[in-house]
């Protein structure tokens, strides 16, 4: 099934931490139900079933459009309080990285994803990039200027390998909803800002090798910049 998410469940998914670049993978029950069941949450706003219809119903996204799609799908009545992110490794399609695009687009293999690795200071010089299908992007407080805790993005010299290579950056990422990337948004951390850097692990039938960077305490004030058109 696919739904859309009541205003009042927003803040709690905003609340956890994401999954990977612009989606949750997250546990939690329904009204009147008593099991347990995992879903997908894109930008906090489309949910889908997490089961043997997934793939199926991630086309219909894809084809019928994110705006009609969340405009035609019902409610999620979910329990707000039974919501929690799933946090083991998604055993759903996983697919090794090619040599090809290890070479070509220089995508890295082995590595651990950025939430296993230490963290550790920015230089507060560095910039990083969260792309993006949605020009809302839930993940950046566009009032504060910031990322929210929780949040990932990549490099500045990631994406512009993923660009030059003219790679696929749903591939790279490992994105689950395969909606067209459309945008870019530009963060300069500062020097207090706290990361995890790392590699996007396959799933989703994705082969991943793009560099990830978590933030798990979002970043500072004024740290978002500017948004651009993805590939500009």
């Known amino acids: 099934?696919?739904?859309k998410t009541y205003l009042t469940d927003i803040p709690?998914?905003?609340?956890l931490p994401e999954s990977g670049m612009g989606y949750q993978v997250i546990e939690g029950k329904l009204f009147l139900e008593d099991t347990i069941r995992q879903y997908v949450v894109y930008n906090c706003e489309?949910?889908?079933?997490l089961d043997t219809n997934f793939n199926a119903n991630q086309r219909q996204v894809l084809e019928k459009g994110f705006t009609t799609t969340l405009a035609?799908?019902?409610s999620w009545l979910i329990s707000t309080d039974s919501i929690?992110?799933?946090?083991?490794?998604?055993?759903?399609e996983i697919k090794n990285l090619t040599y090809n695009k290890i070479t070509k687009n220089k995508r890295h293999s082995g590595g651990k994803g950025a939430k296993e690795n230490p963290k550790e200071y920015t230089d507060g010089n560095e910039t990083f990039v969260r792309i993006s299908a949605y020009e809302n992007d839930k993940r950046i407080d566009f009032n504060k200027k910031r990322l929210i805790e929780g949040s990932y993005t990549t490099s500045l010299a990631?994406?512009?390998?993923?660009i030059i290579t003219d790679d696929e950056p749903i591939d790279r990422y490992a994105l689950p909803n395969d909606e067209k990337v459309k945008w870019a948004?530009?963060?300069r951390a500062k020097s207090v800002d706290v990361l995890q850097r790392g590699v996007v692990q396959s799933a989703f039938g994705h082969e991943g090798g793009g560099?990830?960077?978590?933030?798990?305490n979002g970043t500072s004030d004024n740290t978002f910049y500017v948004k651009k058109e993805y590939g500009i």
């Open 185 to 187: 948004f530009y963060i």
């Open 211 to 216: 560099i990830e960077v978590f933030f798990e």
């Open 84 to 92: 929690h992110l799933v946090s083991s490794k998604l055993p759903y």
């Open 72 to 74: 035609e799908s019902k």
């Open 46 to 49: 489309l949910v889908i079933d």
């Open 158 to 162: 990631d994406y512009y390998d993923c």
């Open 12 to 15: 709690k998914l905003l609340s």
């Open 1 to 3: 099934m696919i739904y």
